[in-house]
């Protein structure tokens, strides 16, 4: 199913439909007048006569594809007939004809929502209804395929081209020739956030809408660790009546932006003065992404450190000053259309943050935990001089992980250096920075409650301060080859 955007600009609205889509949808199932009873589309009980819909399908000349444009010609009268029947009935003969049949969706409130709709005239409330019935019905089939199949299809047209709904609902519902026809067609488009088309030429969307706007798309869309708005929705996995007020502003607060750049300037004018709009034309303008591995990076290092700065019987000075990696992570750094290779590194670089992160925690649970057992004397002699070992080795890991936090940091502000970097150097590196990780995997084990192993975990890390000296002196980490660039 085509999902129709429509813009209202002023009275009149216009399309977002290609103009072959557009003659299909709009154009096409107008082609022939015909007369068709509704009795033969819906029986009195309220089933579908599938007999009369598979008789308007016609098919290539193999026999094998399906003909769309003579499908959905011949289609058009059978839904002017249902549009006409639905059109005529109040919304009490509605529900009490159908309502029965829309429970297996799980989310019958829909459509008695899209008939009020279709009976208000309203064109972007009737478009936003076939959003919402779309979504929710590619969520209640992707259940009914559930029922036997083992993964359901990521996409609405290979779940309704699958044997599992075939097998359920019967052939004569779900075409086959449903996905041999879409497939070859969903590959000629991309994503509208992709850096270049298919056909090779560059993607003028970005240099239209400006970095600060795209890196939004991407953080709202597209990154994984995002909210992936498009994806939930368009699948019916978010319930709409539950939807973070959060989100739901900040896409109001774009759209709206979005629409004062484009309106006639007169009038955009006028609402640009307004202190209100200034205020979110600033912030829509210093946008920086949240999603990208790179601003997720940023997070880990900080809480790492939040975490480290609460480690006891330490003795801190009062006023602590700001570790030099915080002030780091208010570098900006471009996120957009990173390449493979800068991406590779910060998912090293995450993961080496995470157990740092996750050492730190461990250290705290472990020292609270002995210490009230100590206060209540309830150590063992050999737990007692566990616990001495782990005061001492604290000493030494506080420093060492803030070391690996701030090598971390200075990685991630040089990050797109690696793009320099030859075969063998690159593989030098992250086959360094493994090392670095695999410290830290071992220090994981080594503190946790269950290994308490305080000398091994000291031993271990004189090793892990050897190679990064080593490494730090071949002048191969990125803040190294940064400096030689800015140099020449």
């Known amino acids: 199913m085509c999902l129709v955007f429509q813009v209202l600009i002023g009275d009149s609205i216009g399309t977002c439909l290609s103009p072959a889509v557009y003659d299909m949808i709009c154009k096409l199932g107008f082609e022939v007048t015909e007369n068709c009873a509704i009795s033969s589309i819906v029986a009195e009980d309220g089933t579908i006569c599938w007999k009369t819909i ?70 972007t409330a009737i478009c936003l209804s076939l959003l919402k019935l779309t979504s929710g019905l590619e969520r209640a089939l992707g259940n009914v395929f559930l029922l036997i199949g083992q993964e359901c299809p990521f996409l609405l047209r290979d779940l309704l081209a699958s044997e599992e709904l075939a097998q359920v609902f019967g052939q004569p519902v779900v075409s086959r020739s449903l996905k041999i026809r879409a497939t070859e067609n969903s ?6 956030l992709a850096r270049e088309l298919s056909n090779g030429e ?32 368009s699948h019916g996995e978010v319930n709409l009546a539950e939807f973070p007020r959060d989100t739901a502003s900040q896409l109001l607060t774009f759209c709206a932006v979005l629409l004062l750049r484009f309106m006639d300037r007169d009038l955009g004018s006028v609402f640009k003065e307004k202190a209100a709009v200034k205020s979110l034309i600033s912030i829509a303008e210093g946008y920086s992404s949240r999603f990208h591995p790179a601003s997720q990076l940023k997070k880990q290092v900080l809480m790492c450190e939040a975490s480290i700065d609460r480690w006891p019987v330490l003795p801190w000075p009062e006023e602590r000053i700001p570790e030099a990696s915080s002030g780091l992570c208010s570098t900006s750094i471009p996120t957009l259309y990173c390449p493979r290779i800068v991406l590779e590194v910060l998912s090293v670089l995450r993961k080496v943050s995470a157990q740092c992160h ?34 001492r080795s604290m000493k030494l890991l506080s420093p060492v992980l803030r070391l690996i936090l701030f090598l971390i940091t200075l990685e991630l502000v040089n990050i797109h250096v690696v793009q320099g970097k030859s075969a063998h150097d690159y593989r030098q590196y992250i086959k360094f920075l493994k090392s670095v990780l ?19 975990a000291v031993s271990l890390t004189h090793q892990a301060l050897l190679k990064i000296c080593t490494f730090s002196e071949k002048k191969q980490l990125l803040r190294h080859l940064a400096e030689k660039s800015t140099n020449k």
């Not at 590959?187 to 509208?192: E, S, V």
Request: charged share 25%.
């Open 54 to 123: 598979t008789e308007c399908l016609s098919y290539t000349e193999a026999g094998q594809d399906l003909d769309y444009r003579g499908s959905v010609r011949w289609l058009g009268p059978l839904c002017e007939a249902v549009h006409l029947h639905i059109s005529a009935l109040t919304r009490v003969q509605f529900e009490s004809r159908y309502a029965s049949w829309f429970q297996w969706t799980n989310v019958p409130e829909l459509f008695p929502e899209t008939f009020d709709a279709l009976h208000s005239g309203q064109p």
């Open 187 to 192: 590959g000629n488009y991309l994503d509208m």
């Open 202 to 233: 560059l993607n003028r969307l970005p240099l239209l809408l400006g970095e600060p706007a795209m890196e939004f798309l991407w953080d709202i869309l597209n990154h994984q660790e995002g909210p992936r708005i498009r994806d939930r929705l």
């Open 358 to 391: 996750q050492v730190s925690e461990q250290v705290i649970a472990s020292a609270e935990m002995r210490h009230q057992q100590w206060l209540k004397r309830t150590l063992r002699s050999r737990q007692r001089q566990n616990h001495l070992l782990m005061l």
């Open 438 to 456: 695999q410290y830290t995997e071992n220090l994981v084990t080594y503190t946790s409650r269950e290994k308490n192993r305080w000398g091994e």
